[in-house]
């Protein structure tokens, strides 16, 4: 098959030509752009990262396209419904990261709640080895934090929680009372996690029906002084409202690791084109602006699932993935023909 790669390091294309050697492979840096296009007119597989968003448009193009392995467990950045129309099947790695990005997960919890960043700021940067109010944090022994989404990211973060001896609230539309005893959480309405929760985070896939789901509303009905951690999809949180939030003082802090319209963030020479069209998503750039400027927001740039193990495992998988399309078996596919 002819299979064209994006967006991989060096070690990864290595290992791709020994374990793929019968097929016929093509490499580039970037994520799949317009420019590409004319060089992988014949590609029956794609290979790609969350920041080669596959387009109607892209798909129209490429002719003898069979199969999308998204090296991720996100798939939003694929059309999907047109993927189906053409029968075109999608794979994804469904489990690379729940440790890891658990483990991200809890970083950023505790950086929050133990002001790691002014302290590691206040000696590196200032010399001074001196403690006050300013860096004074809070326990998670005691409090309550609520999940919304548990499903393989969730309930690691979840087992972290309770080792921590947090109190644990979860929102899924998928209940699960055997895991809930077994870890030790309880399932809660939208509404009581959202009232109830010290700190809240967020494990749900991007999709029509979580897109803002941390909204204006939704963060009126928060405790004062709640924390919001995101690393599941930056527009699962409306940026304009989290703005709001922080600014007013009821949000007293957040950790996130993926930023609505982050793509226009990494590339900013993406505004002036085409495919950037509303303005409404440049006031998104302008609030993600602000958020990194305010001290009780952490932002890590997309690498919760970066860790060497996941990223093996990523791999591993998508391999595997391709070889049994290539052989006629179904693996990891988010949708079937
Ligand atoms: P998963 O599919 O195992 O779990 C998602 C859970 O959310 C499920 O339990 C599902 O029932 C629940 N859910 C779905 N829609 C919901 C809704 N509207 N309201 C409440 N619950 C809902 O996915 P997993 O592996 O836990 O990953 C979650 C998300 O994390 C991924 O979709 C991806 O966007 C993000 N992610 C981010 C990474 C990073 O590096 N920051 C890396 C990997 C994933």
Redesign the pocket.
């Not at 967020?202 to 999709?207: D, F, K, Q, T």
């Not at 997309?302 to 970066?306: D, E, G, I, K, R």
């Given at each position: 098959m002819d299979i064209a790669f994006f967006e991989l390091e060096n070690w990864q294309k290595q290992e791709i030509k020994q374990k793929l050697k019968n097929h016929r492979l093509a490499f580039f840096d970037s994520p799949l752009k317009e420019e590409h296009i004319s060089k992988i007119k014949d590609t029956q597989v794609l290979g790609i990262f969350i920041y080669s968003k596959i387009t109607a448009d892209i798909i129209d193009r490429l002719p003898k396209l069979r199969l999308i392995a998204t090296m991720?467990?996100?798939?939003?950045h694929i059309d999907i419904e047109y993927c189906k129309r053409k029968n075109i099947a999608v794979c994804n790695v469904?489990?690379?990261?729940?440790n890891?990005?658990a483990e991200?997960t809890f970083a950023l919890i505790l950086a929050l709640s133990r002001k790691l960043y002014p302290s590691v700021k206040r000696t590196r940067e200032n010399h001074l080895f001196e403690t006050d109010i300013s860096l004074r944090g809070f326990d998670l022994k005691g409090r309550t934090i609520g999940l919304?989404?548990?499903?393989?990211?969730?309930?690691h973060v979840a087992r972290m929680a309770a080792g921590f001896e947090m109190d644990i609230l979860v929102?899924?539309?998928?209940k699960d009372e055997k895991l809930a005893r077994k870890i030790g959480f309880r399932y809660a309405e939208?509404d009581d996690l959202l009232t109830e929760s010290d700190v809240i985070s967020?494990?749900?896939?991007?999709?029509s029906?979580?897109h803002h789901?941390i909204n204006e509303e939704t963060i009126g009905r928060m405790k004062k002084g709640a924390h919001i951690i995101n690393?599941?999809?930056g527009a699962v949180i409306d940026t304009k409202a989290l703005v709001r939030g922080l600014e007013s003082g009821k949000i007293a802090g957040v950790g996130i690791?993926?930023l609505e319209g982050e793509g226009e963030i990494k590339e900013e020479m993406a505004v002036l084109k085409d495919e950037f069209k509303s303005s409404s998503d440049l006031q998104t750039v302008l609030a993600n602006h602000v958020l990194m400027k305010m001290d009780n927001v952490l932002i890590t740039p997309?690498?919760?699932?970066?860790s060497a193990e996941?990223l093996q495992r990523i791999l591993n998988t998508t391999i595997e993935n391709i070889f049994s399309f290539s052989s006629g078996k179904k693996e990891n596919l988010v949708w079937q023909h």
């Open positions: 991720s467990t996100g798939f939003d469904p489990t690379y990261g729940e890891t990005v991200h919304i989404g548990c499903g393989n990211i969730g309930k929102y899924d539309i998928y939208f967020l494990h749900v896939p991007y999709n029906k979580t789901l690393t599941s999809r690791d993926v997309h690498n919760a699932f970066n996941a």
